[in-house]
């Protein structure tokens, strides 16, 4: 019981974050969010291997900023496929019900 309220409880965290990055980056679906977050990510990595152009603070900044978004790309796409296996529809359950006996059938 607790660890589903803790789940819920990370899920809609995780999903105000993908919202509030698709109203900034003005896209439309989590999966946009992880096209524009690998993109930066690709970015940061080449800083990095230029590392000797960059004043320390930068180099320390950049790696932080790595790791944050790929932690945010790893939960996104954890949230995703939650939310789709939660909205398949082979997770519907059909259960019958006779409103005059209030028996299931």
Do not use: A
């Amino acid at each position: 019981m607790m660890k589903g309220k803790w789940l819920i409880g990370k899920h809609s965290v995780v999903e105000m974050r993908i919202k509030y990055y698709m109203k900034c980056l003005l896209v439309e679906t989590p999966e946009h969010v992880i096209q524009y977050l690998e993109k930066r990510l690709k970015t940061f990595k080449c800083m990095l291997e230029n590392r000797n152009m960059y004043p320390r603070i930068v180099v320390v900044s950049v790696q932080d900023l790595i790791k944050e978004y790929s932690l945010d790309v790893i939960r996104i796409k954890e949230y995703i496929n939650r939310k789709k296996d939660y909205d398949s529809p082979s997770r519907t359950i059909t259960v019958g019900f006779n409103i005059k006996t209030g028996i299931g059938k």
